[in-house]
């Protein structure tokens, strides 16, 4: 029924706007256009990376099926299910992050290992994109935003776009659920957070960490295209995601094909062959009573053929492929 | 509590924390607005059965005829009650002799007052907006579930939960923080919110599968489905092949060369490939959920991990 409707009109089309007081921003339902209901949110900071049509998304779906040596074989037993194209609202920003960490780290010389404490001093210049919406990240974002800053396509700002341009857009609006401060907020947490990811990657264990964002470029909104393709296979449904501004893929879940399966069960059957011809190898060349010599060895090579076999025995289970573009 | 709609004049009861709300006859909104107050998500128009159909037949080692083989045997609409807070929080913490380290969090958090549904929305991501005023047709809708405890005893669990969020980022950052001194400490209730989830429950060959959906947006918080029956004869056979193999050539092997590191080595081998075929074979029920995300890369593992076996 009625909602607390606060009186507004299209700044495109002039149509009335129905919108809750919560409502950041609004698509109209006559034009489609998107409007600012409220929050901290400029007209001259959001811009939309447009989008190809479903058509184009289509042809390089079916180019890539083609061009694939797995799914080639098995084109003809595809069959697309649905196509949606989507915008995404991002909220982009640069930040600098200035800190100071103290880890330790392991250092081999010889057979001898050392655990050394290091201190170091950062100020480190990162990307951030955050997704516009409160929620798990979805698969394909994260790509979906990586691919648009390695591209760099071009984005209109919101006031070039006029009617004639919403009343052909296909692609569903994403509502977003932040305006500038608070994403302004979250940004600075991730920034801190992702700096500090780095340094737990590169490092064995971190004593102290403490950083600041010392610069923040102002974050602007962009909505960038998402097509969703859902394809079926033998009664399973698998995925496709493609990047709107060329239509090329960027996130594909393929089902795994028996020629693909028949490899991975190789890789079992040959860590146990392996372990096999290893352990007769190295029993052969040892004299009794050098084995305390040879635990190295013997200890890597179990590890190394416990992990073929497992990986393998990992895929052969596995129903479906991801890859990304 | 009786109230009075002043357009219409329709008497219906709301209950006492609903300081405003809409009349379920002419939809008038009405009361005392102010940001503590009692507020429903409304629940979506699709169909959560068929949403989580077509979730099933997207996931990993499910049967592909479990869309056209099973039934719909409930479909339960619960609206649960949550009480919404805004955290933030700043905190210092000496690290070592001479160190000084600091968190911050700001988050949105939902504090879950019903014990049926605490475990499942746990951390759950709740949508800030969209929330409506409340409406006592709601109550009548579906399974309406009262708190279970106050506002007062929902504070102290947000509370806690902000030191929690505090401490945690304060740990990562330094071994063994001490003199924890709070700087900036705010707890904004946002009110109670009743919350649409979906239970939803299906018969596949004569088992029963049990699944849980957010009524406001259709995402599948956790579906159980059962994992095909060829495939789990076919892990079992391989794994007891392996075995088998290790054994045929790890034996004579070991014989020849007067060692028992070639059998060691090759059962080794075997046990490692083994492990997650028996794991999955094992399994008679498998959860899977979409608020966890798909990573690209070494997909077999992923997938593996975001199913949790009962």
């Known amino acids: 029924m009625s909602d607390e409707v606060a009186s507004l009109v299209c700044n495109v089309c002039g149509a009335e706007l129905k919108a809750t007081p919560e409502t950041l921003v609004k698509v109209c339902d006559y034009c489609g256009a998107l409007n600012i209901v409220s929050g901290v949110l400029e007209r001259e900071d959001i811009s939309v990376v447009p989008s190809v049509g479903e058509e184009v998304v289509l042809r390089k779906f079916w180019e890539r099926v083609r061009g694939d040596s797995d799914l080639r074989g098995i084109a003809d037993k595809l069959k697309v299910v649905s196509v949606e194209g989507r915008f995404i609202p991002f909220w982009l920003s640069r930040c600098k992050v200035r800190g100071e960490v103290i880890y330790t780290v392991k250092e081999y010389s010889g057979n001898k290992v050392r655990v050394v404490r290091k201190k170091a001093r950062f100020l480190k210049s990162i990307n951030v994109k955050i997704v516009g919406r409160r929620q798990v990240a979805h698969v394909g974002l994260d790509e979906l935003a990586s691919r648009y800053l390695a591209t760099r396509p071009k984005a209109s700002p919101l006031s070039k776009l006029d009617e004639d341009w919403w009343r052909g857009n296909r692609l569903k609006i994403l509502s977003m659920e932040f305006d500038r401060l608070e994403a302004e907020k979250i940004i600075m947490e991730d920034s801190i957070d992702h700096v500090r990811g780095i340094w737990e990657r590169r490092v064995d264990r971190i004593e102290f960490f403490a950083a600041d964002v010392v610069e923040m470029e102002k974050p602007k909104l962009i909505l960038l295209p998402l097509w969703e393709i859902i394809y079926e296979f033998r009664g399973s449904l698998y995925f496709a995601y493609h990047e709107g501004w060329s239509g090329r893929p960027i996130l594909f879940a393929e089902p795994m094909i028996t020629r693909r399966r028949m490899m991975y069960l190789g890789g079992m059957i040959l860590s146990v062959l392996g372990g096999a011809g290893i352990g007769a190898v190295i029993s052969l060349i040892m004299e009794p009573g050098e084995s305390g010599d040879l635990l190295g060895p013997i200890l890597l090579g179990l590890a190394v053929l416990g992990i073929l076999g497992y990986k393998s025995a990992k895929g052969f289970v596995s129903d479906v492929r991801v890859e990304r573009q | ?310």
């Open chain 2, 1 to 310: 509590m009786r109230v009075e709609c002043p357009s219409c004049g329709a008497s219906f009861t709301v209950p006492s924390t609903a300081k405003t709300v809409t009349c379920p006859y002419c939809g008038l909104i009405f009361g005392e607005r102010g940001q503590e107050d009692h507020y429903y998500f409304p629940v979506m128009g699709e169909e959560p059965y068929s949403i989580l159909l077509n979730f099933l037949r997207r996931q990993f080692g499910a049967p592909s005829d479990i869309a056209s083989s099973s039934t719909l045997t409930r479909r339960d609409l619960h609206y649960v009650p949550v009480y919404f807070f805004y955290l933030y929080g700043v905190a210092e913490a000496g690290c070592g002799r001479d160190r000084v380290t600091r968190a911050e969090e700001g988050v949105y958090r939902g504090v879950v007052a019903s014990s049926m549904f605490e475990e499942l929305l746990r951390d759950y991501p709740f949508p800030i907006r969209g929330k409506r005023f409340f409406r006592s047709d709601i109550m009548s809708m579906g399974v309406y579930h009262e708190p279970e405890f106050g506002g007062e005893e929902a504070y102290k669990k947000a509370d806690s939960l902000l030191n929690h969020l505090i401490m945690t980022e304060l740990r990562k950052q330094c071994r063994r923080p001490r003199n924890v001194r709070w700087r900036e400490r705010k707890i904004e209730y946002r009110g109670l919110v009743h919350y649409p989830i979906y239970h939803v429950e299906y018969l596949y060959h004569g088992q029963r599968y049990s699944a849980y959906i957010d009524g406001s947006d259709g995402k599948v918080i956790v579906a159980e489905h059962p994992i095909k029956l060829g495939t789990r004869a076919i892990q079992l056979a391989v794994s007891g092949g392996l075995i088998a193999a290790a054994l045929i050539l790890g034996i004579p092997l070991s014989y020849l060369a007067g060692s028992p590191l070639p059998t060691v080595f090759s059962l080794a081998a075997a046990s490692a490939s083994s492990a997650p075929l028996l794991k999955r074979t094992v399994s008679l029920k498998i959860k899977a959920s979409e608020l966890k995300t798909i990573k690209g890369e070494s997909e077999s593992f992923t997938s593996y991990l975001r199913k949790l076996p009962i």
